[in-house]
């Protein structure tokens, strides 16, 4: 596990798998720190005096490091949990702050309604794979369902909350103003090609990398579900080279070329998941 500073209020933890960022955000909306670097270069001990947690790590010794990594920082003890969309991996902050109760968008909310145990399946599925043992069951509680588009206090700030759909049937990017970063969900990942999971649609998805476009350019820096932290115009590359991979999925699935530097075996297969997604075998 990472742990990177990219503004006084601002950190990312990067897990050891899937590259699944966790953001750790403080309400306290002071001046940006820009030179960020390497966990407690950036952190002061100024500002606000609330916490969330956005998305999560994945490895037990992770999460249970996520407590004493805040308290290093000298950031609060968070007060609330926010997942960006309803997948397994998003999931997992109720392990190490269960008592805190996890906020997601209203249509995150209703997937977790819809289908219960659905997240702790596939948690399961991935610990059995790879013989991770967790110290409980997952428990999500219930979710709070926020209003998306919107807006979400914390401390003295707001952050934004922007629709993200089309990966998934759900979710929402989230812009943290003050420290001119952009949470991005699931989407614009540079080691990981677009991918339509289970109720996706490449329309959708299209029509949130639309509404990314705007976002990125008033942000110093971008924070993808999975892969690198990047600067705007890395962010920008990446999503050109995203549009033209899921309008080629639309137009010529078949013969859909996978992004540049995004073309291993892992991603090919990927690709023929999309591809499953786009055309299911006739029944």
Partial sequence: MRAVSLHRDVLVVTSAVLHVNCVIVRGGGGAADPRGGEMGQGAGTEGGDETFVIDSPVLPEELEA????????????PS?????????????????FPEIALGC??????RLRDSPGEAQRALRRFDEDLMIERPRP????????LPVPGRCELGACE??????????????????????TLVAS???SDREIPTLSEGGDP????ATLER???LIAGSDHVVPGHGSVMDRAQALAVLEQDVGYVNALVENSAAAELPKGRGGAAQRRLHARNLAVLQPPAS
């Fill in 212 to 214: 990314l476009r705007p």
């Fill in 105 to 110: 968008a209203q249509s995150t909310a209703a």
């Fill in 66 to 77: 996520l407590p004493a990594l805040l308290a290093q920082a000298q950031f609060p003890a």
């Fill in 138 to 145: 997952l428990a999500l509680g219930s979710p709070q369902a």
């Fill in 186 to 188: 699931d989407y614009l």
């Fill in 203 to 206: 329309h959708a998805y299209l």
């Fill in 80 to 96: 609330g949990l926010l997942a960006t969309h309803g997948d397994w991996d998003h999931l997992l902050g109720r392990f190490a």
């Fill in 159 to 180: 952050l934004e909350l922007h629709v993200a759909d089309g990966h998934t049937p759900d979710g929402m990017a989230i812009v943290i103003g003050w420290a001119r």
